[in-house]
């Protein structure tokens, strides 16, 4: 029997059938609601980046694991990194102590953050302020959403009762 | 300037062929020099090859 074995980089994965993943990034726009105690809003801060952790990790083992591509998984590496940045906790912080709710913290922070590195000279840098955009929209509380809508249907529901 | 930010150390915007000044602080600074040193001397864990592609 002939056999013949041809290498190459495969072009394409194939063909996938699934469930489709709509990619709609969000805007870095915040909901208007009412700010916790610094604690609770930095709590909500820690789980947020707990849960944009679990999702940048699953993205980069998934993305290591096809052949040749460490070096584009690398960059859910950085944006890990970025993700427990000291200096943008500190600004989140900053910002929750004074009465702002953490996602308000967190846009200012990140705007902070990326005009610094959007105005250095070197493209190469000043593109990384994208990252950091990237990872805040990652980091973004979404709980904050159902707790605004929980207030207004509990704050109507109580209105009618009067 | 603290080297745990990556944003900071960015920020620094420091390229091939520059020097930097480290400088370390605290209980283990002797062990963080010493790490900081190996990772330059290391080429930052980078390959030679994906070295050139970026020249």
Redesign the interface.
């Known amino acids: 029997m002939m056999e013949k074995t041809l290498k190459g980089i495969p072009a394409s994965d194939g063909i996938a059938i699934g469930p489709a993943f709509c990619y709609m990034p969000a805007k870095l726009t915040v909901p208007v609601c009412a700010a916790g105690t610094v604690d609770e809003e930095m709590a909500r801060f820690d789980s947020a980046r707990e849960r944009a952790r679990v999702e940048l990790q699953s993205l980069f083992e998934a993305i290591e694991k096809r052949a040749g591509k460490k070096?584009e998984a690398s960059i859910f590496e950085?944006h890990q990194?970025?993700l427990s940045?000291?200096?943008?906790e500190g600004k989140v912080r900053a910002e929750v102590e004074v009465g702002q709710t953490v996602e308000e913290a967190l846009v200012k922070a990140t705007e902070e953050?990326a005009s610094?590195?959007a105005g250095?000279?070197?493209e190469l840098?000043a593109a990384?302020a994208l990252d950091?955009k990237d990872v805040s929209r990652r980091i973004l509380p979404r709980p904050c959403w159902w707790m605004c809508l929980l207030k207004i249907l509990i704050s109507s529901a109580s209105a009618q009762m009067t | 300037m603290d080297a745990k930010s990556i944003i900071m150390v960015l920020t620094l915007g420091v390229m091939k062929d520059h020097q930097v000044l480290v400088k370390t602080d605290g209980i283990d600074s002797d062990a963080a020099l010493d790490a900081l040193k190996s990772l330059i001397e290391n080429n930052f864990g980078e390959r030679l090859s994906s070295l050139q592609r970026d020249e």
């Open positions: 070096e950085a990194e970025m940045d000291p200096v943008l953050v610094l590195l250095m000279n070197d840098f990384r950091v």
